[in-house]
């Protein structure tokens, strides 16, 4: 890890991403925190131009600085797509330095945003790490969770009334059943065998018969006398 001097706003150190910039010193909107620098690479000469790493930084369409080599300290700042920096171009001059955009606390990470085409070439295929990257995760998680949890609780209650619903029915089926098994087999109809209760069998019938036959008179006896 490089060395730096005790009066500088800064020190490296270790962050989400791995190594990372972080304030020492209160730092104000607006004041310069640090250069960007390295050798300046000629697009127009091939073993330039075929120069890859991480760490370049395109001034123009000719001009790039390699920021790889390790004097340069400020090629440990991340990448943050809500940062408290910027880079403050010089093409001129050939120069970037970084920039405060907001107030900067001791403690707290520097950080700036790299630009449309470094983010989608090298984080957006692994997932940006920064801050507002991982709280829109994290809230996404959080999310999702609280739909599951939503879900099983809807299924659960489905599944509840569902038990409910079949259990009524089959009381309702139990309490009829023994209803039926309670109640008399007479159905009230006269079959011949039963007229208001009583039986038709017997002396009963006979009874019945006579009492229904028409009495004669004594008149009618005497004339078929």
């Keep these: 890890m490089p060395t730096i001097s005790s009066n500088k706003p800064y020190r490296v150190g270790r ?36 120069i890859e790493n991480k760490y370049l930084f395109e001034l123009t ?20 797509c809500r940062p408290n920096a910027e880079s403050d171009v010089r093409p ?10 907001k107030n900067i606390e001791p403690g707290d990470e520097i950080n700036y945003d790299y ?10 295929p692994i997932g940006c790490k920064c801050d507002a990257c991982e709280k829109k995760r994290k809230k996404k998680r959080a999310e999702a969770r609280a739909e599951r949890q939503r879900l099983k609780e809807k299924a659960e209650r489905k599944a509840q009334r569902q038990a ?16 039926q098994k309670a109640a008399p087999k007479s159905n009230g109809a006269l079959n011949g065998k039963h007229l208001n209760g009583h039986s038709l069998t017997g002396k009963a019938a006979k009874t019945s018969k006579k009492a229904a ?3 004669r008179s004594g008149a ?6």
């Design 15 to 50: 962050s989400r991403t791995g190594l990372g910039l972080f304030a020492t010193k209160p730092i104000k909107k607006g004041d310069k925190i640090i250069r960007y620098f390295g050798p300046i690479l000629d697009s127009k000469k091939k073993d330039e131009d075929e």
């Design 61 to 80: 369409n000719r001009w790039t600085i390699d920021g790889s080599i390790r004097e340069n300290i400020a090629r440990y700042i991340n990448h943050a």
């Design 92 to 101: 001129r001059k050939r120069k970037v330095f970084i920039r405060a955009i």
């Design 115 to 124: 630009g449309t085409d470094y983010f989608k070439a090298y984080l957006k």
């Design 164 to 179: 409910e619903k079949l259990a009524n029915e089959r009381a309702k089926q139990r309490a009829k059943a023994r209803a």
């Design 213 to 215: 036959a028409p009495k």
């Design 220 to 225: 009618a006896r005497t004339l078929q006398a």
